[in-house]
């Protein structure tokens, strides 16, 4: 079955479910994305990688790379490989050096592990083709018409009390955030300064 690759398009608060995000994976040279219902810690995990935030103290992600990096292994790839009744289905292609490893991984650890080892991303046509939505122009890059039209990115940083801030006290902010390992807080602080980067 021929993979399809995928990059990385947009991480939001997702207004359909309370407490989770919405992650977008993009299908590269093309025009369908594959968004995906994550958890709280592992969205922050994947921002903090993605925006090359230092923790404090490393993260659970963190801590596996860095102990599969003390035993020589290496995270070749990440495959979405399956998709049954709204549940994504992920593995880990990993390599010493001398055999390959397929490891089994839910999608939103799969992506955190791939953006720590700089690894590509796939999946195969029948995802797409059932899960996937095709986006028109560049309406993709903050989650626009995911939910009846609106921009989940800009709705849910208009309502976090940042708005006000220079970009300098955002920076303070996230920092102070970082080091009291209070990561949805950064998330949300490094959302505000990616709006402001974009517009």
Same mark, same amino acid.
């Given at each position: 079955m021929k993979?399809?690759?995928? &990059?990385?398009?947009?991480?939001?608060?997702? !207004?359909?479910?309370?407490?989770?995000y919405a992650l977008v994976l993009g299908e590269v040279s093309g025009r369908r994305r594959l968004p995906i219902i994550i958890g709280s810690f592992e969205a922050q995990a994947i921002a903090i990688e993605i925006e090359k935030m230092t923790p404090s103290r490393p993260l659970t992600h963190d801590l596996f790379k860095s102990f599969a990096q003390a035993y020589n292994i290496n995270? !070749?790839? @990440? @495959?979405?490989y399956n998709l049954v009744d709204g549940i994504f289905y992920s593995k880990l292609i990993c390599s010493d050096g001398k055999k390959v490893i397929e490891i089994d991984a839910r999608t939103s650890d799969a992506i955190a592990m791939a953006v720590r080892f700089d690894c590509p991303i796939y999946t =195969?046509?029948? @995802?797409?083709?059932?899960?996937?939505?095709? @986006?028109?122009?560049? &309406?993709?890059? =903050?989650?626009?018409?995911?939910?009846?039209? !609106?921009?989940e990115k800009t709705v849910s940083v208009a309502s976090t009390g940042y708005?006000?801030?220079?970009?300098?006290?955002?920076?303070?902010?996230? !920092?102070?955030?970082?080091?009291?390992?209070? =990561?949805?807080?950064?998330?949300?602080?490094? &959302?505000?300064?990616?709006?402001?980067?974009?517009s």
């Open positions: 993979k399809i690759k995928l &990059d990385i398009v947009g991480l939001s608060y997702s !207004q359909t479910q309370s407490g989770a995270i !070749q790839e @990440i @495959i979405i =195969y046509e029948f @995802i797409l083709s059932s899960a996937g939505i095709v @986006i028109e122009g560049n &309406d993709f890059v =903050y989650l626009e018409n995911l939910n009846e039209g !609106q921009d708005n006000g801030l220079s970009e300098d006290e955002l920076r303070t902010k996230l !920092q102070d955030a970082l080091n009291e390992e209070a =990561y949805e807080k950064a998330a949300k602080i490094r &959302d505000e300064l990616s709006r402001r980067r974009s």
